[in-house]
Each structure stands twice: as C-alpha cells, then as structure tokens.
C-alpha cells in the first residue's frame, strides 16, 4: 500500500472528543519507550509526525493522524509509565481502556513488544485484558536491529511459547525496525487487506 499522505488531526483526553467520522483506526500501545511513535513515524515515512523521545512518558494523548483521507493511526500513551501522582495514574489508565475497550471505530491495535525481553507480565496482563474484550489485536516485535538474528529467533519463540501457554491460537505476528525501515511492507499490507474488507 502506498501512504500518499498522512496528517496529524487531534490530541485528546477525552475520547468523547476523538474525530466523529467513522474512519477506521489502527492504534499503538505498548510500554512507554517501546517504540509506538517511532513506528507511526517508520510507516507514513513522516519523521516527527509523531513525537517521539528517549524519555519514557513522551505521549500522554490520544493522537490521531490521517493516512490518504480514508484511515487512521492513532498513538497512545505507553503502559506502565510511572505517571506522578495516584489521580494521574488512574486518569491515564481510563483514558487507555476508555479508547481501547469501547472505541467502536477501532479496527486493529497493535500491541508493541520490545523484542529485546523476555516476556514481561504487565504485557502479558494487558493482552489478556483485551483478549477477554475481544479487541482484535496484533503483536508487533520492535527494535529488531539491537538484535542478532539468532537472539531474535529464540526471544520470538519464547514468547510464542508463553503465549501458547493460555491462548490456542497466536495472533498475527510483526517484526519491525524502525530505524533500519523493516516490517513496514508487511504492516501496510496487513491494513490494506483489512481495509479492503470493510
Ligand atoms: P512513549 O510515547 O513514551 O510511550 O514512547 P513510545 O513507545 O512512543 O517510544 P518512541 O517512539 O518515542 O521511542 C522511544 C525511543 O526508542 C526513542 O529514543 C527511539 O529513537 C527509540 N526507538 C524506537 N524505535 C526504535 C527502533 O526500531 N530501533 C532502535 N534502535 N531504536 C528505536
Ligand atoms: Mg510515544
């Protein structure tokens, strides 16, 4: 799929306040750090669309960008983000599972997973959370270029391998670098073929 242009719309708290139109919408989350805006950046070929920062806790909004006037890719804040303050926590903690669990327009997300780890439980917790809310959801392996190809291999497994442990199925897999531009094809083509069916 060729993205001919994509834009930034709006930042939100609220998701009352997200755009209205009906477009679908693909959206990032994972730990803070993980690398969300960087791979929105990698696949609209747009650095610094989305702000992206060494600094874990860069993204504290819902974020919503237009690719060719038809769709959406929406950056989340990160999970697991030490946000200052009990009150702040909880309001970051709404506004993730207010966008996530009841956006109607929300086709795919893309739960992203530092492919450096092994599998870490508040990842593990949160693909859970959403597979008991049936959101459709993808994994997508980042950060593959601090990687030798035989470490990815046995990280990837193990994760397979604890994900086998409570779901019968494994759900699509991607694995991306944004800094060496791979898994961006791939991606794409996935949203397209989705697309295509809507
Ligand atoms: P929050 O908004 O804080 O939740 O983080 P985020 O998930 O949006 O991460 P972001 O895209 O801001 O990237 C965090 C850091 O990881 C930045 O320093 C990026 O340059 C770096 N990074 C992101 N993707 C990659 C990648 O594929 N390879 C490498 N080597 N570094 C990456
Ligand atoms: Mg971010």
Excluded at 82 to 88: D, I, N, T, W
Excluded at 150 to 177: C, V
Aim: glycine share 6%.
């Amino acid at each position: 799929m060729e993205i001919k242009y994509a834009s930034f719309v709006v930042s939100n708290t609220d998701v009352r306040k997200c755009p209205q139109d009906g477009k679908p919408e693909y959206a990032f989350i994972g730990r803070s750090n993980v690398g969300k805006s960087s791979l929105i950046n990698m696949l609209t070929n747009h650095a610094g669309l989305a702000l992206t920062s060494q600094t874990p806790g860069k993204t504290q909004l819902i974020n919503h960008f237009i690719v060719n006037g038809q769709w959406y890719l929406v950056d989340l804040p990160g999970y697991g983000y030490a946000q200052k303050g009990r009150a702040g926590r909880e309001k970051m903690h709404n506004m993730i599972e207010d966008y996530v669990i009841h956006r109607e327009q929300l086709i795919n997300l893309f739960v992203l997973i530092d492919c450096r780890h092994e599998p870490q439980q508040i990842d593990l917790e949160f693909i859970t959370y959403i597979g008991e809310h049936n959101v459709p959801f993808s994994l997508v392996f980042t950060k593959t270029d601090k990687l030798s190809h035989s470490r990815l291999n046995l990280n990837l497994a193990a994760y397979k391998a604890k994900l086998l442990e409570s779901w019968e199925e494994l759900p699509p897999i991607f694995l991306t670098s944004s800094m060496k531009k791979s898994g961006r094809e791939e991606l794409l083509e996935y949203i397209a073929t989705i697309n295509a069916k809507l």
